[in-house]
């Protein structure tokens, strides 16, 4: 009995030790988390994952191609060495990002991972990444509690290049109360972090600026019929609507509102997650009139325009909205940490310590890049806010081209 | 007889009640009680918030309404295949899925000849028969799959069978039509609101709601006045008995399924009718739903399946109104889930045999 209790404590023991980080020195470099070698002739590995299934696998496909093309744009090497992708869905939820992650954590050689899509799968997936010594730059999380200043050390290695939600919180609030001039607004969430953090930062903005939220709602994501919450805000007459839930609630919510005589006059503003022809179809005629907050490709760098007929040509479609040149600054932000972070020894092996990899990352500064210049702050924060509000113009999901349908309205 | 005498005799119905009582009647007693409180409390709060006025109320019902009988029309499907094989067919959700999606593509070609905005009353029967028509094949092909090779063999093959079925149908459809929302092509007048003492009704909530009526009253006169129905219900009753005088079993199972499923069929229509938008992984949800409804019923029971899908239908369109509303919960439609499945719950705890169905004796059990 003693025995196996010993036993097990030492299995115990030695598994906490392997969690733990300790620190290794593998040819010339020494580092506290782990280095990874990398024979020569062996290509460096990048783990990513995003969206693949389910809802939003137009996002998460476009994020991971435009990574493939900053790829491309360094020749396909860094250092010498290949570069290669390895994508895994991690759908967009918690699960999905637990699966995804867990799967790349289990390949000691990836070095930094890209992605998720959505915070739900960062949530889940860049604690498992963190404890296995990679650093993560997601290209699609926003949600403000993943590089807030109290995160649990899970996510100390959570990067992005996709701006904070506060920072597009701020700007919807200011461009609802100075812009368009209301003064009450209701909110709807659907439960994901996302969508929850979005709302209650606009609230707060919203309220600070001196207007007044009137109706503060939840649906969950599955639900299809919004008429209860709909008749539940319409008793309190508000100017606007904010909900940045994802396609298919809104084509409901469209849909449905016309049904609610009381809130004939009140506008809608979503968020960026329906930025894609698959809303028109989902809300018909009514998505005519809807607004959403989102990034304005037009204020990327004038880079853009060549990135695009890029990846016309290498996949044979346009992108959708800005979400490939995020994939694409993710993919760059890693590529140049790893030029900075990776040594070579005399037989051409390269070695890269994953600490100062991840220092690497985090000292980014007046990086060129597609969305603007990134700068990473002391939580992870890199982007280059470029916001914009967008207005669809047409129900024929064949319109959809980000400009025209829908419009840019502001600024 | 005297007060004295009255209180006397409840006295002993107490003691009595009490004396042969275990602690699992105390206990199931004292979950009586708090339910009850519960529910009472939150009516009353709700209706003293007064946040809704009485249109709100009949609104939600109706809506409520139209929801339950897509719901009552799963139910169904569920419910005549436990009748007859004491099986659940849990891939009978997506035969619903695939019916919408057959129903779609009937849809759309008749909105490019202009059909169903010139003439939504008779462009809606052609897409319900497409809808009918390819659930029936798709369930019958079920019961050629998952459930005739097991006839005979007393195992729980065909129900993990048909869970796998359901994937296939799921990730094929996926396959084959993409994951992305799909939205029915409009029904021209039937998209509007009708004024009704006071009240905005959309139409084809209307629509659903009196369709389905219609298609529940053909499956009664079915099951009730034709020599098929009477078949079904032999089977049903005893399978063995049924086939000695000269019932063929078989081919009555086939078409409890081609039934089941075009039921299903009408079902994913109906609800295309009114929520517009269908996905390839709707049929997982709507199931769940239309199985709470047929347990909730009474499994194996035409009326109680009906009964059920009505009124999981009400309790979710008016429960979080009515009574969460009471408790001042923030954004109380987010449980609106958790009222009907709690209510199925209770129902299975206090009522195990649903609302109408009958104790199983042992011999069916």
């Known amino acids: 009995m003693t025995r196996t209790l010993a036993c097990t404590a030492a299995l115990a023991a030695s598994l906490l030790a392997t969690c733990a980080f300790a620190a290794e020195t593998l040819g010339p470099v020494t580092d506290e988390i782990g280095v990874v070698k990398i024979t020569k002739g062996d290509p460096i590995l990048i783990g990513g994952y995003s969206s693949q299934s389910g809802g939003d696998t137009n996002q998460g496909i476009d994020e991971l191609r435009g990574a493939e093309l900053a790829i491309l744009d360094n020749e396909g090497t860094v250092l010498g060495f290949e570069v290669q992708l390895l994508g895994e869905d991690a759908q967009c939820t918690a699960e999905g990002g637990q699966t995804a992650a867990t799967k790349i954590a289990g390949n000691p050689q990836v070095v930094a991972v890209i ?48 701006p904070n939600d506060l920072l597009g919180a701020d700007f919807t609030a200011t461009y609802a109360f100075e812009n368009l ?80 005589t009381d809130l004939a006059g009140t506008q809608v503003i979503g968020g960026e997650g329906v930025f894609s022809a698959n809303v028109i179809e989902a809300a018909g005629p009514n998505v005519v009139g809807l607004r959403i907050v989102g990034p304005s490709t037009d204020l990327f760098s004038d880079r853009f325009p060549v990135f695009v007929e890029a990846f016309k040509s290498e996949f044979g479609e346009a992108p959708v909205g800005g979400f490939s040149a995020y994939g694409y600054d993710s993919m760059l932000l890693t590529l140049k940490a790893i030029e900075t972070a990776g040594k070579t020894d005399d037989e051409g092996n390269l070695y890269i310590g994953r600490k100062a990899l991840y220092d690497a990352m985090m000292a980014t500064k007046d990086l060129p890049a597609l969305t603007g210049t990134l700068a990473c702050d002391e939580f992870g924060d890199c982007s280059a806010a470029t916001y914009a509000i967008w207005e669809f113009v047409s129900d024929d999901a064949s319109t959809f081209a980000p400009g025209e349908n829908p419009k840019r309205v502001y600024p | 007889m005297t007060a004295a005498a009255i209180s006397a005799a409840v006295r002993n119905r107490t003691a009595d009640w009490w004396r042969r009582s275990i602690w699992v009647d105390h206990l199931m007693l004292a979950i009586r009680v708090v339910v009850a409180v519960l529910v009472l409390w939150g009516l009353a709060g709700g209706i003293a918030a007064g946040t809704y ?120 459809a996926r396959g084959l039509f993409g994951t992305r929302n799909r939205a029915y092509p409009g029904f021209g007048w039937m998209e509007g609101t009708v004024q009704v003492a006071g009240l905005t009704i959309p139409i084809p909530q209307i629509v659903a709601f009196g369709a389905a009526l219609v298609v529940l009253a053909g499956l009664l006169a079915i099951v009730r006045l034709t020599p098929l129905g009477k078949a079904m219900r032999a089977v049903s009753e005893d399978r063995d008995a049924a086939a000695l005088v000269g019932i063929d079993v078989s081919r009555t199972i086939v078409f409890t399924f081609a039934i089941g499923g075009a039921m299903a069929g009408v079902a994913g229509v109906l609800y295309a009718l009114v929520f517009k938008q269908i996905t390839v992984f709707m049929g997982f949800f709507l199931g769940i739903k239309g199985f709470a409804a047929a347990i909730l019923g009474g499994i194996g029971n035409l009326g109680g399946a009906m009964l059920g899908g009505l009124v999981l239908g009400l309790a979710e369109a008016l429960g979080p109104a009515l009574l969460l509303e009471g408790y001042g919960l923030p954004a109380p439609y987010q449980l609106k889930d958790v009222i009907g499945y709690g209510m199925l719950v209770l129902i299975l705890i206090f009522r195990p045999q649903g609302l109408l169905g009958e104790r199983l004796a042992a011999k069916r059990a």
């Not at chain 2, 139910?75 to 891939?91: D, H, K, S």
């Not at chain 2, 919408?100 to 759309?108: E, N, P, R, V």
């Not at chain 2, 019961?143 to 079925?165: T, W």
């Open chain 1, 115 to 162: 992605g998720p899509t959505c915070s739900s799968g960062a949530r889940a997936g860049a604690p498992i990444l963190w404890n296995a010594g990679m650093p993560s730059v997601a290209f699609g999380a926003t949600a403000p509690a993943l590089t807030a200043a109290d995160r649990p050390d899970g996510f100390k290695g959570f990067l992005r290049v996709v």
């Open chain 1, 181 to 260: 001039g209301v003064k009450t607004a209701a909110t709807i969430h659907d439960g994901s972090p996302y969508t929850e953090q979005l709302v209650r930062a606009f609230e707060k903005d919203f309220t600070e600026l001196g207007g007044t939220i009137v109706s503060s709602e939840a649906v969950s994501p599955t639900d299809t019929d919004l008429r209860p919450v709909l008749t539940r805000i319409s008793t309190k007459k508000p100017e606007l609507i904010f909900t940045p839930v994802f396609t298919s609630t809104v084509g409901f919510l469209l849909r449905q509102k016309t049904e609610i």
């Open chain 2, 53 to 172: 006025s009485a249109a709100n109320f009949a609104s939600f019902a109706m809506f409520g309404l139209t929801i339950g009988s897509v719901y009552a029309l799963i139910a169904l499907g569920y419910t005549m295949v436990y009748g007859i094989l004491r099986m659940i067919n849990f891939a009978h959700g997506d035969v619903m899925m695939v019916g919408s999606f057959a129903g779609l593509f009937a849809a759309s070609s008749l909105s490019g000849a202009g059909l169903t905005n010139d003439a939504p009353l008779i462009a809606l029967p052609l897409v319900l028969a497409a809808g009918m028509a390819v659930g029936a094949a798709v369930s019958v092909a079920i019961e050629r799959v998952a459930y005739r090779p097991f006839l005979h063999v007393r195992s729980l093959a065909p129900l993990i069978c048909a869970i796998g079925l359901s994937f296939v149908l799921q990730y094929g």
